[in-house]
């Protein structure tokens, strides 16, 4: 004879025939559908990483030659403009009756500016020494103009004007 069923086995055979068994073998299909999904997904997420890391050594690389051409272009800004300001100097010493008519605050007003600071210079100088050197030769070749680049080889430059007069109104282009 069989032992009497307990209570607690009464009440697991009761919910075990509560559930119904496509139910649980559509439940194990849908999971494993969704497993396969993002198998799937993960394997492109893996493949974009992938891409998106080669892209970004790139992208750092051009970036990184791009800093060093700016560096290198405002150095040589910085140079041009150390001549022009020592050029002018040497023009207000020899005719100083050509720039009689111009503030002394004007001349000076070009050595006192500086857009950057020097914080940054240093910083920007210091993080290429580390990473490279690049030729600062002065002989570089410029680059062509671009298309909008307008020429000015035609128009007449302005003259200083002494005493009300330009050195230019009577006979045209010094040396024509």
């Given at each position: 004879m069989e032992?009497?069923?307990?209570?607690?086995?009464?009440?697991c055979?009761?919910?075990l025939?509560?559930?119904?068994?496509?139910d649980?073998n559509?439940?194990?299909?849908?999971?494993k559908?969704?497993l396969?999904?993002?198998?799937?997904?993960?394997?492109?997420?893996?493949n974009?990483?992938?891409?998106s890391?080669?892209r970004?050594?790139?992208?750092s690389?051009r970036f990184?030659?791009h800093?060093?051409?700016?560096?290198?272009?405002?150095?040589?800004?910085?140079?041009?403009?150390?001549?022009?300001?020592?050029?002018?100097?040497?023009?207000?010493r020899?005719?100083?009756e050509?720039?009689?008519?111009?503030?002394?605050?004007?001349?000076l007003?070009?050595?006192?500016?500086?857009?950057?600071?020097p914080?940054?210079?240093?910083?920007?100088?210091t993080?290429e020494?580390?990473?490279?050197?690049?030729?600062t030769?002065?002989?570089?070749?410029?680059?062509?103009?671009?298309?909008?680049?307008?020429?000015?080889?035609?128009?007449?430059?302005?003259?200083?004007v002494?005493?009300g007069?330009?050195?230019?109104?009577?006979?045209?282009?010094?040396g024509?």
């Amino acid at each position: 004879m069989e032992p009497p069923d307990s209570a607690s086995r009464v009440f697991c055979s009761r919910i075990l025939n509560m559930v119904d068994a496509d139910d649980v073998n559509a439940i194990i299909q849908a999971q494993k559908n969704m497993l396969d999904r993002f198998e799937k997904t993960n394997e492109m997420l893996l493949n974009f990483n992938n891409l998106s890391s080669a892209r970004l050594q790139q992208m750092s690389e051009r970036f990184l030659h791009h800093t060093r051409t700016l560096v290198e272009m405002k150095r040589d800004l910085d140079s041009i403009f150390r001549r022009i300001r020592t050029l002018k100097g040497k023009l207000a010493r020899q005719h100083p009756e050509a720039f009689s008519h111009i503030p002394e605050a004007s001349l000076l007003e070009d050595e006192d500016e500086d857009p950057i600071p020097p914080s940054t210079t240093t910083t920007i100088a210091t993080s290429e020494q580390s990473t490279g050197s690049c030729d600062t030769s002065p002989d570089l070749v410029s680059p062509p103009p671009s298309p909008d680049f307008e020429d000015l080889s035609h128009v007449r430059p302005i003259s200083p004007v002494v005493n009300g007069r330009s050195e230019w109104d009577d006979e045209g282009m010094p040396g024509e």
